[in-house]
């Protein structure tokens, strides 16, 4: 694992990072793959403005072809024609 910020570390693979984060002593990882990639790289990666992930990507607004994922400080939203990413608190998709 790659170290980075305090209480953050990565691990690249041929599909995707997993993404390990230490929070008052407990570790939890997240990984991100597919689309959200390069949407999370062009953000800055983990120390960019979308921040470290909080969790596995899921379905949106229940369709089979589109996802979110919410990472600290925004979330990224993939469907068939991109990634958008959303503020906290703001529209996305």
Known sequence: MVREAAGHA????????????????TASSAQVRGGFVAAHA??????GSVGYPIGEELVAWSSPR????????????????????????????
């Open 66 to 93: 589109e996802w979110i994922q919410h990472f600290e400080r925004a979330s990224i939203y993939v469907n068939g024609y991109g990634a958008t990413v959303c503020a906290v608190g703001g529209s996305c998709g």
């Open 42 to 47: 062009s953000a800055g990666g983990g120390s």
């Open 10 to 25: 990565y691990q690249r693979f041929e599909r995707g990072i997993v993404y390990e984060r230490t929070v008052g002593g």
